[in-house]
Structures are given as C-alpha cells and as structure tokens.
C-alpha cells in the first residue's frame, strides 16, 4: 500500500512540475501586448524618417533639375520656356528649333517629370519673386498649392537675400520710428 501512496505523489509531483513549465493565456497575452507595443513605437519612429527622407530625396532631385538647367543656359543661353517646359532637360521633342535640336544635349540621364509624391514639378520660366530668375518648386506631400509643405527651389537663397539687406539683417524699425 505504501507503494501506492508513494506512486501516487510521484504522479501528482510530476504533473505540478509539468504545469508549471507552460504558460498560462495571460502571460502570453501580456508578452504578445509587449510586443505589439514595442514594434509600434519603432513602426512610428520609421514612418516620420520616410517622410523626412522623401523630402531630402525630392530637394536632391531640384537641385539636379537647377543643374540641368544651368548647363541648358550655357548652351542655349536661356531657360527653357514656359512651352518647352522642364521635359526639354530629357527630350529634345519639345524644342521648335531645328538648329536648336542638333545643339541639344541629354542634361537629365533620366526623366524627372514629377516629384517624390507624383505631382508634376512647378515650373515657370520667368519668375514672379525673382529678377531675371526662373521658378521651380514642387508642392510637397499633400498635392496642394500653397501649403506650408511646398518645396521651393529658392527658398534657401531667398531667405539669405531677404537676411542681407542695408540694416546688416537686422528686421526693419516698426512704423512710425
């Protein structure tokens, strides 16, 4: 009989150790909720560096269209025109001129069309804030002109302009000083 007793609590031992090795549901639930948490966090810290990668990548791409424009000046000495539009940078189609067509050269290895949010670039041959300038901009992630997200191809150097004036960058005195 004792032998009995004795199988008995190896059995009832056996089974408590072996209970306590799994997991209950609640600790599984509790790790899975750590988890989601944590992989939340680092999903929303990636998201906004696309973002302010995409709006690095879009200022590369200006400044390689300014580039090809520059090299287009020096050939034709001009801009391309409001007509030819930026797409003379990467095909000479768009140019009347057959004299003009043979001095043409690719200034763009690929076309550029529209920017990092599929939105054709602005492009306006004579500029409306700039003297004897042209205007290039893209108007950012939300697609909508006139939003604080536009991208200006000037902005820096305009900003500078504006920064050295006569008062040494200092603002203008208020009215009535």
């Known amino acids: 009989m004792t032998q009995r007793v004795v199988s008995k609590a190896f059995v009832t031992r056996s089974r408590s ?3 306590r090795r799994a997991f209950t549901i609640i600790e599984v639930m ?7 948490a944590l992989s939340g966090l680092v999903g929303f810290a990636l998201l906004g560096r696309r973002d302010d990668a995409k709006l690095k990548l ?4 200006m400044n390689n269209i300014k580039s090809a424009i520059k090299v287009f000046r020096l050939d034709f000495d001009r801009v391309p025109s409001d007509e030819e539009g930026l797409a003379v940078l990467w095909t000479k189609a768009s140019i009347q001129s057959e004299e003009d067509q043979a001095k043409w050269k690719g200034y763009l290895e690929s076309p550029l069309p529209n920017d990092r949010w599929g939105t054709p670039w602005g ?5 409306q804030t700039r003297d004897g300038g042209y205007d290039l901009w893209s108007y950012g992630p939300d697609k909508e002109d006139g939003t604080e997200d ?8 305009d900003a500078a302009s504006e920064g050295s004036g006569a008062s040494g960058g200092l603002p203008p005195p208020p009215p009535g000083e």
């Open 17 to 19: 150790v072996a209970t």
């Open 58 to 61: 879009a200022e590369v791409d």
């Open 123 to 127: 492009y306006r041959a004579e500029s």
């Open 150 to 157: 536009d991208i200006n191809a000037f902005a820096s150097e």
């Open 30 to 36: 509790i790790v899975i909720a750590i988890i989601l």
